[in-house]
Nanobody
């Protein structure tokens, strides 16, 4: 079992930046691939980014590539999502997730709102 708690969401103007954090507790953090997902009002949850267990490999959705950066600090049991050049379309609840074989564990989410 692993518990995930996101933080760092908020209201930002278009073009601004935010950094989300996800603190993990429970089983060994480095055992998991970590990811970020988001869900906008009226839409399905969508994949944003993922990072492998030791941070050597990352993968991004096309919609955020070049603007968002995922990273992790296994010593702090934390994964981050640095979001730059934010757009109103990035407005959503952002969720942290951990994957062993599948995306088994989820946080509660943190709201990100990007205004014009």
């Amino acid at each position: 079992q692993v518990q995930l708690v996101e933080s760092g969401g908020g209201l930002v103007q278009a073009g601004g930046s935010l950094r989300l954090s996800c603190a993990a507790s429970g089983r060994t953090f480095s055992s998991y691939t970590m990811g970020w997902f988001r869900q906008a009002p009226g839409k399905e949850r969508e994949f944003v980014a993922q990072i492998n267990r030791f941070g050597a490999s990352t993968y991004y959705a096309d919609s955020v590539k070049g603007r968002f950066t995922i990273s992790r600090d296994n010593a702090k049991n934390t994964v981050y999502l640095q979001m730059n050049s934010l757009k109103p379309d990035d407005t959503a609840v952002y969720y942290c997730a951990a994957r062993d074989m599948t995306w088994d564990y989820w946080g509660q989410g943190t709201q990100v709102t990007v205004s014009l």
